[in-house]
C-alpha cells in the first residue's frame, strides 16, 4: 500500500481508534485520495497538508456513505451507513473549525448542503455531474481560497442554473493555474470521473 501521504490510511486509522460502531467495518483501501491531496496541495493547507488530507477525505467518505460507494467503511447496513456518513461530516467540519480555518469550515459545508440540494433536485445523471463539479470547486476553494467567479457560481448552483457545473468547473481551473494546482487538479478530476476535457485549458 503506498505511504500515508498518497493513500487513506490515515483515515482507516483514525475510524479503527474511535471505539464506535463504525470500526467493526473499517477496512483498508487501495485508493489515492486525490481531493484530499489537492486540498494538501494549496498554499492555505502549507501549515498542516497532512491533517487537510485526512479531514477532506473524512468528508469526502461521508459523502459517499450518503450517495455512492465508500472506501473504507464496508458492510454497514444503510442506516448505519448514514449515521457514519454523517458522523465523518461532522469530524471533518469540527477538526477544521478547531484549526480556527472557519472559511474552510464554510466551504465545505456549502459543499455538503449543496450536494444534498442537488441530489434531491436534479435528475441522477445531470445531478452527479453537477456534484462532481461541485467536489472540485470547493477543494480548489479549500486549497487556494474562494475566488468572486467561484462564489457567483455557487449562487447559480443554489438557483438550479443551468451550466452552473461548468461555471464551478471553469472556476475552479482558473484558481488552479493562477497558484500552481493545475496538475492535482487533474488528477483528482480523474479520479472521480469528471472529463478532464471539460476543465478549461489555462496553460
Do not use: C
Not at 9 to 26: K, M, S, T
Not at 61 to 75: A, D, F, K, M, N
Not at 80 to 97: F, I, P
Amino acid at each position: 500500500m503506498a505511504s500515508n501521504g498518497t493513500s487513506l490510511a490515515p483515515l482507516a486509522a483514525l475510524l479503527r481508534d474511535g471505539e464506535n460502531v463504525i470500526a467493526p467495518h473499517i477496512v483498508d483501501s487501495d485508493e489515492e485520495p486525490a481531493l484530499g491531496a489537492l486540498a494538501a496541495a494549496g498554499p492555505r493547507a502549507a501549515d498542516a497538508p497532512e491533517e487537510y488530507l485526512l479531514l477532506v477525505e473524512a468528508i469526502r467518505e461521508g459523502y459517499l456513505l450518503h450517495y455512492e460507494s465508500p472506501r473504507v467503511i464496508q458492510g454497514a447496513d444503510s442506516d448505519l451507513s448514514l449515521l457514519a456518513g454523517d458522523y465523518l461530516y461532522a469530524l471533518g467540519l469540527e477538526r477544521l473549525a478547531a484549526r480556527g480555518d472557519l472559511e474552510a469550515v464554510g466551504e465545505l459545508a456549502d459543499l455538503i448542503s449543496l450536494a444534498a440540494k442537488v441530489h434531491a433536485e436534479v435528475e441522477p445523471g445531470t445531478a452527479d455531474d453537477m456534484v462532481r463539479a461541485l467536489w472540485l470547486a470547493g477543494i480548489v476553494a479549500v486549497a487556494a481560497g474562494a475566488s468572486p467567479e467561484h462564489l457567483e457560481a455557487k449562487e447559480e448552483l443554489r438557483a438550479a442554473a443551468p451550466g452552473a457545473g461548468e461555471t464551478l468547473a471553469a472556476a475552479a481551473a482558473g484558481t488552479a493555474f493562477e497558484t500552481g494546482l493545475a496538475d492535482p487538479l487533474a488528477r483528482a478530476a480523474e479520479a472521480i470521473g469528471f472529463a478532464l476535457e471539460r476543465l478549461p485549458d489555462r496553460g
